[in-house]
């Protein structure tokens, strides 16, 4: 069964400095990992993808994410943090499961924390 | 493009009433929409997938009386929370599947309160 795990509840980070969170992945076949971000009371918000190709991907919001077929992971990276950006991010995988109809499995979700 | 619509943002209601939630896909048809439950600081539990003109497929532990889903056209499925009590009270969201691309779309989510 397709699986994501999110292994910091939390992150903090400075603005401006680099940003990372973690995500790794348990799939049989080649995966399809996705990101997105979550403000409070909000829906949630499409970042990036990876479906094939090149392994660093570049999404929306000047964030990016490194697909590591060795290690399993698919690690949102950002260059440069801010303040806004502050917010609960989800790792997902496409479902491959019979009669999934193309769902995504969520992990639990990091919040990120960017303080001044 | 790919604009999924929630409505409402928030309701509250007493309990034993029913509550309908909409989820519209704006600017394409989606064949598939899916409905999720979210509590405070938890990631999304998926409640059930709902096709256009057939019925609704329900995730194991998820009450099909209590949760009602329609999807009636290509753009619209409605979750009804029927004979709501305080224990139904959390954060729902609905996201929708365009046929050519992988991601979904997602409604900006319904905060239900009953009390």
């Known amino acids: 069964a397709q699986s994501v795990a999110q292994p910091e509840d939390q992150v903090n980070v400075a603005e401006g400095n680099p940003l990372t969170v973690k995500c790794t992945y348990s799939?049989?076949?080649?995966?399809?990992l996705f990101w997105y971000v979550q403000y409070p009371n909000r829906g949630l918000q499409f970042l990036l993808k990876?479906?094939?190709?090149?392994?660093l991907v570049k999404g929306s919001y000047g964030f990016e994410a490194e697909f590591n077929k060795s290690q399993t992971s698919f690690h949102l990276k950002k260059p440069s943090a801010l303040v806004s950006d502050s917010a609960l991010y989800f790792c997902?995988?496409?479902?491959?499961?019979?009669?999934?109809?193309?769902?995504?499995?969520f992990g639990k979700g990091t919040k990120l924390s960017v303080k001044p | 493009g790919a604009v999924v619509s929630q409505h409402p943002s928030w309701v509250i209601c007493k309990s034993g009433t029913s509550v309908k939630i909409e989820c519209r896909s704006l600017?394409?048809?989606?064949?598939?929409m899916f409905w999720y439950r979210q509590f405070p600081k938890q990631s999304l539990m998926l409640m059930a997938t709902?096709?256009?003109?057939?019925?609704?497929?329900?995730e194991q532990g998820v009450e099909k009386d209590k949760f009602l889903i329609n999807h009636a056209s290509l753009t619209l499925s409605t979750l009804t929370v029927t004979s709501a009590h305080p224990e139904d009270s959390s954060f729902y969201i609905c996201?929708?599947?365009?046929?050519?691309?992988?991601?979904?779309?997602f409604g900006s989510g319904t905060q239900l309160s009953v009390l």
């Open positions: 709902s096709n256009e003109g057939s019925k609704a497929t329900y």
């Open positions: 997902a995988v496409r479902d491959k499961g019979a009669g999934s109809q193309g769902n995504l499995i």
């Open positions: 600017d394409f048809q989606a064949t598939t």
């Open positions: 799939v049989s076949g080649n995966p399809y």
């Open positions: 990876y479906i094939t190709g090149d392994n």
């Open positions: 996201s929708a599947r365009h046929n050519e691309v992988l991601e979904l779309f």
